[in-house]
């Protein structure tokens, strides 16, 4: 399993970004993914996640509203579009998978795999 995942930079307060999360070696069909963050001093934590069975989406509560998780299947890449960005979303975003249905709770770390992370920076 591996898991690439991009797109992150640096973004005034209120602007926009999306973040893509390649996955080789599995396919989304069988695997949930899920997006996790981590900001300087803090715990990894989960913010959105995609089942793999219905494409069904799940977020917490800090970022409802703003971001949004897509798939593309035929691409085997996951999406997070992130507007509305502020300047506590600054962190570094990972991408993690899990067979079948997301681990319970999704929002803990306890997933199979995980991807690199990518920088987001949210700063006038």
């Known amino acids: 399993v591996q898991l690439q995942a991009s797109g992150g930079g640096l973004v005034q307060p209120g602007g926009s970004l999306t973040l893509s999360c390649a996955a080789s070696?599995?396919?989304?069909?069988?695997?949930?993914i899920g997006w996790f963050r981590q900001a300087p001093g803090k715990e990894r934590e989960g913010i959105s996640c995609?089942?793999?069975?219905?494409?069904?989406?799940y977020y917490v509560d800090s970022v409802k509203g703003r971001f949004t998780i897509s798939r593309d299947i035929a691409k085997n890449t996951v999406y997070l579009q992130m507007n509305s960005l502020e300047p506590e979303d600054t962190a570094v975003y990972y991408c993690a998978s899990d067979p079948g249905d997301p681990p319970v709770p999704w929002y803990g770390t306890n997933w199979y795999g995980w991807g690199q992370g990518t920088q987001v920076t949210v700063s006038s």
């Open positions: 995609i089942s793999s069975s219905d494409g069904s989406a």
């Open positions: 070696g599995i396919t989304l069909d069988d695997y949930a």
